[in-house]
């Protein structure tokens, strides 16, 4: 069973619009949450990087926030570009530097 | 972010061949990469972790003989998938983790490989 689960699988969203992509994860012993996003055909990019002190870090219209207590992350996209269609991947880090990756959230933004 | 390279962005082949696939930190110094595979509306699968000056550790399932890695320097990591078959076409990613910045890992464009 996947350590991280994201949701939704996919979704469709207006430009312009906002949308929330959910992150929920087992990773223990927790070191950080990372979101990324990958472009087809692309490696990955980071967004937002967040320990465990961490609740809430943005990066331009990207907002991450972390309940460390629930195991929850949520990546927030505000008034959404069609350059932002992509897959949005969660990655939890444990303490000694291994990565877990989610499944990944495929976002269409449309005209 | 720091900037890693990889090489080629496509690779088409035919079966039974043998294929170099090139990962290169520009601007760090990495002492470890990491080498994932992608199959297509899937998340990225860590294959091995490749240890400059050392062997490489592989995940459980990842066949040693059959993607043969070596890091050789800190900036340069490669990955032979050897005598490649259609079940080996997939998007190839590496990483590289950058210790002066809190072991940030920076990520590759990918290789798409297929094999014919």
């Known amino acids: 069973k996947n350590q991280v689960e994201q949701s939704p699988q996919s979704l469709i969203i207006l430009e312009g619009k906002n949308c929330t992509l959910q992150?929920?994860?087992?990773?223990?012993?927790?070191?950080?949450l990372r979101w990324y996003k990958q472009d087809t055909g692309r490696g990955p990019v980071s967004l937002t990087i967040?320990?465990?002190?961490?609740n809430t870090k943005s990066n331009g219209r990207y907002t991450a926030t972390l309940d460390a207590d629930t195991k929850q992350s949520s990546l927030h996209i505000t008034a959404s570009q069609l350059s932002d269609s992509a897959s949005y991947i969660c990655?939890?880090?444990?303490?000694?530097?291994?990565?877990?990756f989610g499944a990944g959230t495929q976002v269409v933004v449309t005209p | 972010g720091a900037v890693v390279s990889q090489h080629p962005s496509w690779v088409i082949c035919k079966s039974g061949t043998s294929v170099k696939i090139e990962c290169r930190s520009l601007?760090?110094?990495?002492?470890?990469m990491f080498w994932y595979r992608q199959f297509p509306k899937q998340s990225l699968m860590l294959m091995a972790t490749s240890n400059e000056g050392s062997k490489a550790t592989y995940e459980q399932g990842v066949e040693k003989d059959k993607f043969l890695i070596n890091h050789a320097s800190l900036t340069l990591s490669t990955l032979t998938v050897t005598s490649a078959h259609p079940e080996d076409s997939s998007f190839y990613i590496c990483s590289a983790r950058d210790s002066s910045k809190y072991n940030e890992q920076f990520f590759g464009p990918g290789t798409r490989l297929t094999v014919l």
């Open positions: 990655v939890v880090s444990v303490s000694w530097g291994k990565f877990q």
């Open positions: 992150c929920n994860y087992t990773v223990s012993p927790f070191s950080n």
């Open positions: 967040m320990t465990f002190s961490e």
């Open positions: 601007d760090f110094q990495a002492t470890t």
